[in-house]
């Protein structure tokens, strides 16, 4: 095991000094110098010996010996080749380790998921510039996933367990809450890394569903429906829905669609719940079961050119 205090300033100091390496601001680089921050993550976790954890940016692995001392085998993708050496040299203790050199989002699944049998815990210190695109390519890409514990800026953490209406409601949320069930399990400070950003942050638990939250019939026209709803916020429901299907569906029959489902055409898209947003979805879809009366009532454009 290494006995290297990696939450210290003064040896991350002296580990890059030693290799010619400093914190890479393009690539948002902050280590975590924090042991009780580290204890709340491992913890979120909840790692047994049997469990396979996929780290992204293990940085110089202060959360990596830990996860690789609870678990069967740690896989550790990191996106600075200048950093390999430095986490080979910290981590050469630990067999069940294997470090991954590239960009996750851009790595072979298959290279991953190679002799690995058990669905994969997923730990990570996103910096925001992908922290977005790192989320979705993981929910809805091939990995087996249990959990993700995802260290991200205070306002992203907002982002994600954010409510119907509030104004950090947008298309991250719902997409998130479809697949999983995320909760803020720590609020973290801007103090406990090196170099200190210039923003707070937050570790995010995101359970994984075992079917999304809600049936949406078509997923596709779902999210559909989700990015043309939030990409025009100060238009109404109805305005927006036109903006986005204007081509394939008159306002007549948008506005039945949601007069169908139950939806005043005057609300804001961000108002809508999952709930709402999937059975809108099934509506036009026309796969709402029993909703045969209400897709009586939406005109046809064969029967608007009548």
Request: zero cysteines.
């Given at each position: 095991?290494?006995h290297?205090?990696?939450?210290?300033?003064?040896v991350?100091?002296?580990?890059?000094?030693?290799?010619?390496l400093?914190?890479?601001?393009q690539?948002?680089?902050?280590?975590?110098?924090?042991?009780?921050?580290?204890?709340?993550?491992?913890?979120?976790?909840?790692?047994?010996?049997?469990?396979?954890?996929?780290?992204?940016?293990p940085?110089?692995?202060?959360?990596?010996?830990?996860?690789?001392?609870?678990?069967?085998?740690?896989?550790?993708?990191?996106?600075?080749?200048?950093?390999?050496?430095?986490?080979?040299?910290?981590?050469?203790?630990?067999?069940?380790?294997?470090?991954?050199?590239?960009?996750?989002?851009?790595?072979?699944?298959?290279?991953?998921?190679?002799?690995?049998?058990?669905?994969?815990?997923?730990?990570?210190?996103?910096?925001?510039?992908?922290?977005?695109?790192?989320?979705?390519?993981?929910?809805?890409?091939?990995?087996?996933?249990?959990?993700?514990v995802?260290?991200?800026?205070?306002?992203?953490?907002?982002?994600?367990t954010?409510?119907?209406?509030?104004?950090?409601?947008?298309?991250?949320?719902?997409?998130?809450?479809?697949?999983?069930?995320?909760?803020?399990?720590?609020?973290?400070p801007?103090?406990?890394?090196?170099?200190?950003?210039?923003?707070?942050?937050?570790?995010?638990?995101?359970?994984?569903r075992?079917?999304?939250?809600?049936?949406?019939?078509?997923?596709?026209?779902?999210?559909?429906?989700?990015?043309?709803?939030?990409?025009?916020?100060?238009k109404?429901?109805?305005?927006?829905?036109?903006g986005?299907?204007?081509?394939?569906?008159?306002?007549?029959?948008?506005?039945?669609?949601?007069?169908?489902?139950?939806?005043e055409?005057?609300r804001?898209?961000?108002?809508?719940?999952?709930?709402?947003?999937?059975?809108?979805?099934?509506?036009?879809?026309?796969?709402?079961?029993?909703?045969?009366?209400?897709?009586?009532?939406?005109?046809?454009?064969?029967?608007k050119?009548?």
């Amino acid at each position: 095991m290494s006995h290297q205090p990696l939450t210290s300033p003064r040896v991350v100091q002296e580990i890059l000094a030693r290799h010619g390496l400093r914190p890479n601001k393009q690539l948002g680089q902050n280590f975590l110098i924090d042991e009780n921050i580290v204890h709340k993550i491992i913890a979120a976790a909840e790692l047994g010996p049997e469990d396979a954890v996929l780290e992204i940016g293990p940085g110089l692995g202060v959360l990596t010996g830990p996860l690789a001392e609870r678990s069967r085998q740690v896989i550790a993708v990191e996106v600075d080749k200048g950093l390999i050496p430095v986490l080979e040299e910290n981590l050469a203790s630990y067999p069940n380790i294997k470090i991954i050199w590239g960009d996750i989002l851009k790595i072979e699944p298959e290279k991953l998921l190679a002799g690995l049998s058990s669905p994969l815990k997923v730990v990570a210190n996103l910096p925001y510039y992908i922290t977005s695109p790192v989320i979705m390519a993981l929910l809805t890409g091939p990995l087996p996933l249990e959990r993700l514990v995802l260290m991200v800026q205070r306002e992203v953490a907002r982002r994600l367990t954010a409510a119907p209406g509030s104004k950090d409601y947008g298309v991250l949320a719902v997409a998130v809450q479809y697949y999983t069930r995320p909760e803020i399990v720590a609020l973290v400070p801007r103090t406990v890394f090196f170099p200190r950003p210039d923003v707070d942050s937050a570790v995010v638990r995101l359970m994984m569903r075992p079917r999304p939250a809600v049936a949406v019939g078509d997923e596709a026209l779902f999210f559909r429906l989700v990015r043309g709803a939030f990409g025009r916020r100060r238009k109404t429901l109805l305005n927006s829905l036109e903006g986005e299907f204007g081509a394939q569906y008159s306002r007549e029959e948008l506005a039945a669609f949601l007069q169908a489902g139950g939806i005043e055409p005057s609300r804001r898209g961000e108002t809508l719940t999952l709930e709402e947003f999937a059975l809108l979805a099934r509506i036009i879809t026309k796969k709402e079961p029993g909703n045969t009366a209400a897709e009586a009532q939406v005109p046809s454009k064969e029967a608007k050119k009548g």
